[in-house]
């Protein structure tokens, strides 16, 4: 079983800075693709942040030039350095992964992690 577990959310004043990290573990035999989502109240999940497993990186317009997604294979963890921070950022944020998790199964099947709270408020 996979398991994506996030940390690093809490409360922060605009214009402040928090990191996300997520780390994958279980029995899987490879992560290709990972990203970071989130969702504020009454509205839909958005993808935020995106990296491959060649580290080519892919972000929301709101976010460029503030967030920087990154990747640790040999940790299996997937990083998401929040700087300048707005209101407008305050969500629930998910890790997500595309995992291989097995020989005899050619695909890559969607995980989520269970998500951590960014709340940005003076």
């Known amino acids: 079983q996979v398991q994506l577990v996030e940390s690093g959310g809490g409360l922060v004043q605009p214009g402040g800075s928090l990191r996300l990290s997520c780390a994958a573990s279980g029995t899987f035999v490879s992560i290709n693709a990972m990203g970071w989502y989130r969702q504020a109240p009454g509205k839909q999940r958005e993808l935020v942040a995106s990296i491959t497993g060649g580290d080519s990186t892919n972000y929301v317009d709101s976010v460029k030039g503030r967030f920087t997604i990154s990747r640790d294979n040999a940790k299996k963890t997937v990083n998401l350095q929040m700087n300048s921070l707005k209101p407008e950022d305050t969500a629930v944020y998910y890790c997500?992964?595309?995992?291989?998790?097995?020989?005899?199964?050619?695909?890559?099947?969607?995980?989520w992690g269970q998500g951590t709270q960014v709340t940005v408020s003076s």
């Open positions: 997500n992964a595309g995992v291989r998790i097995s020989y005899t199964r050619d695909y890559y099947s969607t995980y």
